[in-house]
Structure formats: structure tokens, C-alpha cells
Antibody, heavy 120, light 110 residues
Framework: QVQLEESGPGLLKPSETLSLTCAVS?????????WGWIRQPPGQELEWIGS???????HYSPSLKSRVTLSVDTSKRQFSLNLNSVTAADTAMYYC?????????????WGQGTLVTVSS | QSALTQPASVSGSPGQSITISCTGT?????????VSWYQQYPGKAPKLIIY???KRPSGVSNRFSGSKSANVASLTISGLQAEDEADYYC??????????FGGGTKLTVL
């Protein structure tokens, strides 16, 4: 049973860089799954940020691509999200997820989420 | 405004069947792109209940079913139970790394 756990700062100031890490346990990160990030502003809908394969291949949402970088560390069994130049609009619950292959575009495992607030 | 349109709320009585619609365009749902559905309880992470339009992950009740017609995807819950009360989100790939979510539907079990 795969388990995902997000970690990282919960409060940022505008213009700072959001950095989150997702620890993967119970399933090999170097497998036929993609690993990604999805966020949800309070009371709003879900938004996919991007996904990464264990070999470093990535897919990014076009609306965030200019500010997002995903990375993976297979030795530590974790993957990470960096989002630069944050604003209040980036305030959201951030979930790390496992994606069922690159063609299904479905996410079958989710972390519990971590709330990130951007405020001066 | 969400890229995919869902009704804000639906309701039904225990034992009944309800259907939640998700309306897109010919560029997403209508283009044979995969559609998925998620169930989310307040304060919890979403849970995948349907993927690739009509497939259920292991462990998901067969009371949940998905279908699609033209630009509209649908989630049907049969034999409604109190535990089904939650928010439901649809999701469709739209090409060129665009993944769209609906605005969510709140299901109330009367």
C-alpha cells in the first residue's frame, strides 16, 4: 500500500519560493507510475501542477510552467516541487499524488495534503 | 469559471440513484480523452473512484459507474447511502499537458 507524505513550510511571503517534498513509502518510486502535485485553494476546485517520472521526465501545467520545477531523488524515495515568485493566489492545500501512467491522467494515491499560505 | 461544468449540488434519498454531469467541449471530454472522477470528504484528500471514463479502481464499490456521451461525462451512484455524501469532481485531459477539473458537485443524501 503506497503512502505519500508532504512536508515543507506552511507560510511564505510574496515573491518567495515554495518548496515541498513528498516522501514515498510502501511502493518503489522507480516504477511504472508518474508522481505529481495537485493543489486546491480553500473552497475551490482542484488544479494539477505537474508530474514527474523516476527518470526525470516531466509534464507541467501550461499555466504554471514558467514558475514550476519538479525533481525526483530515487535514492531518498522522494520527489519535490519548487514554485517561485509566489503570490496570495498560490495559497492552497498542496497534495502529492501517484499518477496511473502518463496516458490515464488519473491519480490513485494522495498524500494527506499540506496547507501553504502566502501572506505578507 | 471552471473549465468543466458540474452542477453545484445534487441530492437524493437513500436507495435512490443519482447522476452527476460534467460538461466539457470537443477539445477535452469530446475528444476521447480520459475522464476521471474523485470523491472528497470535508478536510480530506480526494479519492479516485472512476478512471478512463468507466473503470473502477480496486476497492471502489460497484455502485459507482461512469459514462460519456459527446462532450458530457457522467457519474452515477446507485443505491445511495449516507456515506456517499461528499463532494465529487470530474477531470479530463485536454491535450498539450492541459488537465481540467470541474468545479465540484456537493452530494447531499436526504
Amino acid at each position: 500500500q503506497v503512502q505519500l507524505e508532504e512536508s515543507g513550510p506552511g507560510l511564505l511571503k510574496p515573491s518567495e519560493t515554495l518548496s515541498l517534498t513528498c516522501a514515498v513509502s510502501g511502493y518503489p518510486i522507480s516504477s511504472n507510475y508518474w508522481w505529481g502535485w495537485i493543489r486546491q485553494p480553500p473552497g475551490q476546485e482542484l488544479e494539477w501542477i505537474g508530474s514527474i517520472y523516476y527518470d526525470g521526465n516531466t509534464h507541467y501545467s501550461p499555466s504554471l510552467k514558467s514558475r514550476v520545477t519538479l525533481s525526483v531523488d530515487t535514492s531518498k524515495r522522494q520527489f519535490s516541487l519548487n514554485l517561485n515568485s509566489v503570490t496570495a493566489a498560490d495559497t492552497a492545500m498542496y497534495y502529492c499524488v501517484r499518477q496511473i501512467g502518463s496516458g490515464s491522467w488519473a491519480f490513485d494515491s494522495w498524500g494527506q495534503g499540506t496547507l501553504v499560505t502566502v501572506s505578507s | 469559471q471552471s473549465a468543466l461544468t458540474q452542477p453545484a449540488s445534487v441530492s437524493g434519498s437513500p436507495g435512490q440513484s443519482i447522476t452527476i454531469s460534467c460538461t466539457g467541449t470537443s477539445g477535452d471530454i469530446g475528444s476521447r480523452n480520459p475522464v476521471s472522477w474523485y470523491q472528497q470528504y470535508p478536510g480530506k484528500a480526494p479519492k479516485l473512484i472512476i478512471y478512463e471514463g468507466d473503470k473502477r479502481p480496486s476497492g471502489v464499490s460497484n455502485r459507482f459507474s461512469g459514462s460519456k456521451s459527446a462532450n458530457v461525462a457522467s457519474l452515477t451512484i446507485s443505491g445511495l447511502q449516507a456515506e456517499d455524501e461528499a463532494d465529487y469532481y470530474c477531470c479530463s485531459y485536454a491535450g498539450n499537458d492541459r488537465l481540467l477539473f470541474g468545479g465540484g458537485t456537493k452530494l447531499t443524501v436526504l
